[in-house]
């Protein structure tokens, strides 16, 4: 690693270690980099600054159900296997948790976010997405299907370059 100028850096005096270089799996607002938040929280003191941080993971068979939405299921435990990963941030007093499901027989994994304020301050949900996708920076083609009833399926492909976020590109 080496010193970067202009970049943000997590802990003073330390120019070698910052989130804009690495990886994340689930990127919060105001964690000293530039990627787009996966969720944002604004806070009564007008704060939007969290930091969730690993607390346990547990994994077993079957897919939890999501009351109220659309979702993935099995008929039996046994046709998939979920994982658990529990973040908590101890300052706003709140939880998330990522669930990951692979099923067994298809090519599929189904991802959901659970969030739970712990505390007694109220906290407004600004911004959750379930999937924070943070790839390579290289070229990329992003096909979806567009369209509405009875034409569901015209298919499109946009060049996907690395400072777009999910929305921006299904408003191409």
């Known amino acids: 690693m080496k010193h970067r100028p202009m970049i943000s850096y997590v802990y003073e005096g330390d120019l070698y270690f910052s989130m804009d270089h690495i ?15 996966a969720i944002e929280i604004l806070q009564e003191n007008g704060s939007r600054i969290t ?5 346990s993971h547990k994994i077993y068979n079957g897919k939890p159900k999501l009351s109220g939405l659309p979702a993935t299921y099995t008929e039996k435990d046994n046709e998939a296997s979920t994982l658990e990963i529990l973040l908590r941030d101890n300052l ?3 939880e998330i948790t990522l669930l990951y499901t692979i099923f067994n027989d298809y090519d599929a994994i189904a991802r959901s976010v659970k969030i739970e304020n712990k505390g007694n301050q109220n906290l407004d949900l600004t911004r959750i997405m379930s999937l ?3 790839l ?9 299907l567009s369209g509405a009833w009875a034409r569901e399926r015209p298919v499109l492909i946009n060049n996907w ?3 777009l976020s ?4 299904l408003q191409m």
């Open 136 to 144: 390579p920076d290289y070229d990329y083609e992003f096909m979806h």
């Open 161 to 163: 370059e690395a400072t």
């Open 23 to 37: 990886k994340q799996e689930y990127p919060v607002y105001g964690a000293t980099d530039f990627k787009y938040p």
């Open 92 to 94: 706003i007093n709140s």
């Open 51 to 55: 930091n969730f941080e690993y607390v």
């Open 166 to 169: 999910w929305p921006e590109l």
């Open 132 to 134: 924070s996708l943070d």
